[in-house]
């Protein structure tokens, strides 16, 4: 697979500064503290993602009014309404490495921790304009928010980004990642949560790349039962063919 720093060298000619300044999203670095969040700023500035980010917004979902991403801080990721923002901590950045080296990503499945990292990097951010998208414009959405956005960030990998469809496989995996950390229950207040359970937002992930192209993917919902496969790989051709259209609906009506 290409790297996304490669994939990405084209959209990465144009300073990101520079970019911003013809759109209306604004990047903003807090001064990084310690070795490792300097290391991580320098990987986010040549990742391309900015810069990926601001070309999709541009060509696909504007927003009305500037949405600014800060880069630093304690909290996040997460996309403040009442001034917004999204905030990105360097130590989410940092965090996303580790459990991709910790996981053996490149012996498992032929890739740099670092590029998984990345992916799990552009899913996120697309995840938090997902949201700041729908404060922005007023979209109604029906059930949990934090689901439409998932499948806004996977889409929009899918369909516009140079092998969105692994990268977003990438993402899934750091869900799967995370779920493996947890105790083998939940607390009661986590089934009222806004967010899906971390395997479901894995499975939830995969069944779109699936879905958009199955006779590539064949193989990779093979984690679910034989007895359930077909029918889970029906459903999610369907999905994702729904879903798609939905979205392309609705953005295609505001350009």
């Given at each position: ?56 917004s541009n060509a696909h979902f504007a927003f009305n009014k500037t949405l600014t991403i800060r880069y630093g801080g304690e909290e996040g990721p997460m996309y403040d309404p009442d001034t917004h923002i999204i905030h990105v901590p360097y130590s989410f950045v940092a965090e996303s490495l580790q459990y991709f080296k910790k996981n053996d ?151």
């Amino acid at each position: 697979m290409k790297s996304l720093l490669v994939s990405l060298s084209l959209s990465s000619l144009l300073a990101s500064s520079a970019l911003a300044a013809q759109n209306n999203i604004s990047i903003e670095y807090q001064t990084a503290k310690g070795k490792e969040d300097k290391s991580v700023q320098q990987l986010i500035e040549r990742s391309g993602v900015n810069e990926t980010l601001v070309e999709l917004s541009n060509a696909h979902f504007a927003f009305n009014k500037t949405l600014t991403i800060r880069y630093g801080g304690e909290e996040g990721p997460m996309y403040d309404p009442d001034t917004h923002i999204i905030h990105v901590p360097y130590s989410f950045v940092a965090e996303s490495l580790q459990y991709f080296k910790k996981n053996d990503y490149q012996k498992k499945y032929g890739k740099e921790p670092q590029l998984g990292a990345i992916d799990t990097f552009l899913h996120t951010l697309l995840h938090e304009a997902g949201h700041a998208l729908v404060a922005d414009q007023d979209i109604p959405v029906l059930g949990k928010e934090e689901d439409a956005v998932d499948n806004f960030a996977t889409l929009m990998m899918i369909n516009y980004v140079e092998e969105g469809d692994d990268a977003a496989i990438s993402a899934a995996d750091m869900f799967a990642f995370e779920s493996e950390n947890r105790p083998d229950y939940y607390d009661f207040g986590e089934y009222i949560d806004e967010h899906s359970f971390d395997l479901q937002r894995y499975f939830s992930t995969l069944c779109l790349v699936y879905g958009s192209a199955p006779e590539k993917h064949q193989k990779l919902l093979d984690e679910v039962e034989k007895d359930y496969l077909s029918e889970r790989k029906d459903f999610c051709i369907d999905n994702f063919q729904q879903l798609d259209h939905n979205w392309h609906q609705y953005l295609s009506s505001k350009n």
